[in-house]
Each structure stands twice: as C-alpha cells, then as structure tokens.
C-alpha cells in the first residue's frame, strides 16, 4: 500500500507564492512519474505537471509562466513552486504518484489566491 500526503496550501494574495510539498510512503520499490492536479470550484481536476523518475519535466501549456515541479527521489517527494499567484489558481491541489503502474492520489490542499 501507498500512502500520498500533500502540505504547503494556504490563503494568499494574489501575486504571491506558495510552495507545496507531497511525500509518498509505504512499499515503494521505485517511484516512476510524480506530479501535480488541481481542480478549481465546478471544473474538473486537470493536470499541473509531472516530473518523471529520470527528472523530465512536463507541464501543462498555462501552468509553464509561473509554476516549477522539483523532485527528490532519496525522500520520495515532489515539489510545486507556484509564483506569481493568481486568483484563477484557486483551487485543491493534488499530488499523483506512480508506483508500478498504480497511481496513487492525496487527499488533496487548498490553496486559496485572494486579497
């Protein structure tokens, strides 16, 4: 079993930076994709980005300006740095992981963009 957990989500003013954190636990041999969804209020989840186990970094074409996915394999963790806030990022952000072609979610963090 895989245990997902995402940190770092919070009240912001527009403009401003958050950064979020995810760790995957449990009986991991080896951890192939990790990435970032979110879903706004109504919409459906969507896809952030992913950063694969040999470090490529993929994002989705309106996340490329302000959002960065770092990865550290030696603790299982994925990293979304988020700049320049807006409040159309307004949203639960959650972490994805992919564990011999099972992909595992987190419950999801709120990250609210608002004045």
């Known amino acids: ?27 991991i041999f080896s951890i192939d994709a990790m990435g970032w969804y979110r879903q706004a209020p109504g919409k459906e989840r969507g896809l952030v980005g ?10 989705a074409d309106s996340m490329k300006c302000c959002f960065t996915i770092s990865r550290d394999n030696v603790k299982n ?8 806030l807006k ?17 595992y979610w987190g419950q999801g963090t709120q990250v609210t963009v608002s004045s």
């Open 1 to 27: 079993q895989v245990s997902v957990v995402e940190s770092g989500g919070g009240l912001v003013q527009p403009g401003g930076s958050l950064r979020l954190s995810c760790t995957a636990s449990g009986s």
């Open 50 to 59: 992913f950063i694969t186990s040999g470090g490529e970094i993929h994002y």
């Open 77 to 84: 963790m994925v990293y979304l740095q988020m700049n320049s």
């Open 87 to 103: 409040p159309v990022d307004t949203a639960v952000y959650y972490c994805n992981v992919s564990v011999e072609s099972f992909r």
